[in-house]
């Protein structure tokens, strides 16, 4: 089995030949719905992470796209007055 050495957000990994972008984001336990990927500083589509095979070399910046709101909770009419 041959590796090859990537950097994701910074940091060096080394990956099994002809693992997939789709197959990283899996391995890392991401959430696919929110997340953005820039592949060799362009954004790759997420219909394209199933055929895009990482080599040597290759660098990504994995950006994970948190939902947010307030912390107070839910606010009910009368306090709104």
Do not use: C
């Not at 696919?32 to 990927?37: F, K």
């Not at 219909?47 to 939902?67: M, Y």
Request: aromatic share 4%; no cysteine.
């Amino acid at each position: 089995m041959s590796l090859v050495e990537i950097l994701v957000n910074g940091e060096t990994r080394e990956l099994k030949s002809g693992t997939t972008v789709e197959e990283l984001v899996r391995e890392l336990g991401l959430v696919p719905d929110r997340l953005a990927i820039e592949y060799n500083l362009h954004i790759l589509k997420k219909k394209r992470w199933s055929t895009t095979a990482l080599a040597n070399g290759d660098r990504l910046e994995i950006v994970h796209f948190v939902g947010g709101g307030s912390s107070a909770g839910p606010r009910s009419h009368r306090q709104l007055q």
